[in-house]
């Protein structure tokens, strides 16, 4: 599988001091009685701040359950570390959509086999004809000849919890 060993891989982000500032100002402002910590509501309002949008109920919970036990809510650490790990996921997926736009010269919303060929000659103008066509076939998951974002997005992502 050509994109499961060539593929995409995120890299590892770290913040800017003014970015992990401002983070820590959203902790606190969301922290309303200075507790030390955030509530599940709080958390909510942070990601709001931070991301624009509400996490979803399955979402929360996966944070809530992902933190210390002992503790009654996400201390500053905890927040850091997972608002850093969003932003991480944020920058992949827009480097991902960046790289089909590239693609994507015709701005049509898909790829064809030809869109994919002139790709690949820019990047790997040696790579033969008959690899390219293989990709193209593992990367169109419903086999219509084109490549949706959403199919792109699968494969640049396929395997990346194998490594």
Same mark, same amino acid.
């Given at each position: 599988?050509?994109?499961?060993?060539?593929?995409?891989?995120?890299?590892?982000?770290?913040?800017?001091?003014?970015? *992990?500032?401002?983070?820590?100002?959203? /902790?606190? $402002?969301? +922290?309303?009685?200075?507790? =030390? @910590? &955030?509530?599940? %509501? #709080? !958390?909510?309002?942070?990601?709001?701040?931070?991301?624009?949008?509400?996490?979803?109920?399955?979402?929360?919970?996966?944070?809530?359950?992902?933190?210390?036990?002992?503790?009654?809510?996400?201390?500053?650490?905890?927040?850091?570390?997972?608002?850093?790990?969003?932003?991480?996921?944020?920058?992949? *997926?827009?480097?991902?959509?960046?790289? /089909?736009? $590239?693609? +994507?010269?015709?701005?049509? =919303? @898909? &790829?064809?086999? %030809? #869109? !994919?060929?002139?790709?690949?000659?820019?990047?790997?103008?040696?790579?033969?004809?008959?690899?390219?066509?293989?990709?193209?076939?593992?990367?169109?998951?419903?086999?219509?000849?084109?490549?949706?974002?959403?199919?792109?997005?699968?494969?640049?992502?396929?395997?990346?919890?194998?490594?």
């Amino acid at each position: 599988m050509f994109f499961s060993q060539a593929g995409a891989r995120p890299r590892t982000w770290e913040p800017t001091p003014s970015e *992990r500032k401002k983070w820590v100002e959203v /902790f606190k $402002a969301c +922290d309303e009685d200075n507790k =030390g @910590y &955030l509530s599940r %509501e #709080d !958390f909510k309002v942070a990601v709001v701040t931070l991301f624009g949008y509400k996490p979803s109920k399955i979402e929360a919970n996966s944070v809530m359950s992902s933190i210390n036990p002992n503790t009654s809510g996400i201390l500053l650490g905890e927040f850091l570390n997972i608002v850093r790990k969003k932003k991480e996921a944020q920058l992949y *997926r827009n480097e991902i959509r960046h790289i /089909f736009t $590239a693609f +994507d010269r015709h701005y049509r =919303g @898909y &790829l064809t086999l %030809e #869109d !994919f060929q002139k790709a690949f000659k820019q990047v790997a103008p040696k790579l033969p004809e008959r690899i390219i066509l293989e990709v193209f076939r593992e990367v169109d998951q419903d086999s219509d000849d084109l490549v949706s974002y959403k199919d792109f997005e699968y494969a640049m992502n396929y395997g990346q919890n194998e490594a």
